[in-house]
């Protein structure tokens, strides 16, 4: 059974950094693209950052050159790096990865930008 289990959000003023970590299990975690998104209230969920097995990144134009996404294969953990954070990130955060036909997906992790 996959499990995916995101850490690291919180509440940060404007400008501040913050390190999401998604911890992985029950999927041999190296060989699969791993995938940030994220959902603001009343918006749909969008795609933020996108990681695969060979560590490939691409990101979504509004968090390019901001955000980064990394992954520990001996850790089965992605992460990802948000700097110079916006009120406009504030969203709920999910890790998510698809192992043949099924799509899974993490709790969510809450970020708050305000000052």
């Known amino acids: 059974q996959v499990q995916l289990v995101e850490s690291g959000g919180g509440l940060v003023q404007p400008g501040g950094s913050l390190r999401l970590s998604c911890a992985a299990s029950?999927?041999?975690?190296?060989?699969?693209?791993m995938r940030w998104h994220r959902q603001a209230p009343g918006n749909q969920r969008e795609l933020v950052a996108t990681i695969t097995g060979s560590s490939r990144t691409s990101y979504a134009d509004s968090v390019k050159g901001r955000f980064t996404i990394s992954r520990d294969n001996a850790k089965n953990t992605v992460y990802l790096q948000m700097n110079s954070l916006k009120p406009v990130d504030t969203a709920v955060y999910y890790c998510n990865t698809n192992v043949g036909t099924s799509n899974y997906w993490g709790q969510g992790t809450q970020v708050t930008v305000s000052s």
């Open positions: 029950g999927m041999m975690f190296s060989i699969y693209p």
